[in-house]
């Protein structure tokens, strides 16, 4: 049973540019949480998703940032004209639960640079 | 409300002594607490996790212990050896989905 699945697991960016960043939750998962963690700093939430729904949002910044979870395929955060305060690890988790009550899986991470 | 503190954010020890990693939360409505661990260029991994009805839980070498009433909990890794060497996040999570995590602890064990 393979783990949370994300790609790339590295990203270089110029500013400006749009990083889209793919996250595969675990077989038999349906809800995806995104977080985000900045060097020497814990992880922050960003975003829990459903599939087709995003059910909280608020930890996203509001301009440039966006994520969904389709029907089919992985869920996506892009981020659109990046800047140098979008570098930082994204990591995905996915669970299980009714409104994500169980544990949360975690992925490998992508690890965004913009020059 | 939302914060989790954590202490120290560095600790190192000498293989096969015990380590101890304290956090500390203000919100009442926190009932899940669950322990990541992260090594270097990897994703968090959940190690052990409680729920608020217990107030001790062990799986092995690792131990986690709930007092509600004060509002902290702790990580104890006894018998460290190398490989426990990582940074270790606590987190917390109330009657929604959104963990919340402290700034995470980078252990040391030392050969």
């Known amino acids: 049973n393979a783990g949370v699945m994300q790609n790339p697991r590295h990203l270089v960016r110029r500013r400006g540019q749009e990083a889209r960043l793919r996250c595969s939750p675990m077989k038999g998962h349906s809800h995806v949480y995104w977080y985000r963690q900045l060097p020497e700093e814990g992880l922050k939430f960003m975003v829990y998703l459903q599939k087709e729904n995003i059910i909280d949002e608020s930890g996203m910044p509001k301009e440039r940032f966006s994520a969904e979870f389709p029907k089919e395929g992985p869920s996506i955060l892009r981020i659109q004209q990046v800047v140098r305060g979008d570098s930082a690890a994204y990591f995905c988790a996915s669970s299980r639960g009714e409104q994500g009550a169980s544990e949360q899986f975690f992925g490998p991470g992508t690890r965004l640079t913009v020059l | 409300g939302e914060n989790v503190e954590q202490h120290p954010s560095t600790l190192s020890v000498q293989e096969g002594d015990s380590a101890v990693i304290k956090c500390t939360y203000s919100?009442?409505?926190?009932?899940?607490f669950p322990w990541y661990k992260q090594e270097l260029g990897k994703g968090p991994q959940l190690i052990i996790d409680i729920r608020s009805n217990v107030g001790e839980k062990k799986d092995q070498r690792i131990a986690v212990t709930l007092n509600k009433t004060a509002k902290h909990f702790s990580l104890h890794i006894t018998e460290t050896q190398p490989e426990d060497s990582a940074v270790y996040f606590c987190g917390k999570r109330g009657s929604n989905y959104k963990l919340t995590f402290g700034k995470g602890t980078l252990l040391t064990v030392n050969p």
């Open positions: 919100d009442s409505a926190s009932n899940y």
